[in-house]
Nanobody, 124 residues
Framework: QVELVESGGGLVQAGGSLRLSCVAS????????MAWFRQVPGKERELVAR????????DYVASVKGRFTISRDNAKNTVYLQMDSLKPEDTATYYC?????????????????WGQGIQVTVSS
């Protein structure tokens, strides 16, 4: 049974930074594609950033490019999301997700395991 646990969320002023962490237990993350999603009430869960399992290829949603950085530390079985220059529109619940098999890793349905979610609130 894989468990993903997020930490690092909270309240920050616009322009500030936060770093989210996602620690996995029960399975190594090195053989998984990993992603961060976010969701606000009444809207669909949105892919924010993803990192492929083999070559570490990385993608970001356009709205966070240049501000957010996804990375992984396989030795710590942890994935990070560094969020800089935060904006009020970044306010959401952020989720870590893992995909074990090959194939598409874009939509929420593509992923096999999820964290419980962590709140990020950016005040103006």
């Amino acid at each position: 049974q894989v468990e993903l646990v997020e930490s690092g969320g909270g309240l920050v002023q616009a322009g500030g930074s936060l770093r989210l962490s996602c620690v996995a237990s029960g399975r190594t993350l090195s053989d998984s594609a990993m992603a961060w999603f976010r969701q606000v009430p009444g809207k669909e869960r949105e892919l924010v950033a993803r990192i492929r399992r083999n070559d570490g290829d990385i993608d970001y949603v356009a709205s966070v490019k240049g501000r957010f950085t996804i990375s992984r530390d396989n030795a710590k079985n942890t994935v990070y999301l560094q969020m800089d220059s935060l904006k009020p529109e970044d306010t959401a619940t952020y989720y870590c997700a893992a995909k074990y098999s090959t194939g598409r890793y874009y939509f929420p349905v593509d992923f096999d395991a999820w964290g419980q979610g962590i709140q990020v609130t950016v005040s103006s």
